[in-house]
């Protein structure tokens, strides 16, 4: 099984700031790009961020402008700068390799999932 290490996570206050990383095997079966998805108690799973082999971005519109997603030159690691944190980012984090069209494709790989927690 293809293990994707996630790490990052933790506790601040609102107006602080996280950095996520995922690293995946150069192994793992990516499918169009990678990114994080998150799961709040009692609500829906959600697309986060994602970036593309060539770089293009997406981001969930509740976050645009504060959180930045990013690659590093071999594209086996991603990053997820998160600034301005707001109390309705808290969730868990996962991290995926499969994402098109905001969705996650059958095949992906999965982070182990890291909890954000921002307190108000």
């Known amino acids: 099984q293809v293990h994707l290490v996630e790490s990052g996570g933790g506790l601040v206050q609102a107006g602080g700031s996280l950095r996520l990383s995922c690293a995946a095997p150069r192994m793992a079966f990516v499918i169009n790009a990678m990114g994080w998805f998150r799961q709040a108690p009692g609500k829906q799973r959600e697309l986060v961020a994602a970036i593309s082999s060539g770089d293009r971005t997406n981001y969930a519109d509740s976050v645009k402008g504060r959180f930045t997603i990013s690659r590093d030159k071999g594209e086996n690691t991603i990053y997820l700068q998160m600034n301005s944190l707001k109390p309705e980012d808290t969730a868990v984090y996962y991290c995926?390799?499969?994402?098109?069209?905001?969705?996650?494709?059958?095949?992906?790989?999965w982070g182990q999932g890291i909890q954000v927690t921002v307190s108000s």
């Open positions: 995926n390799t499969g994402i098109l069209r905001g969705r996650y494709q059958p095949g992906a790989s």
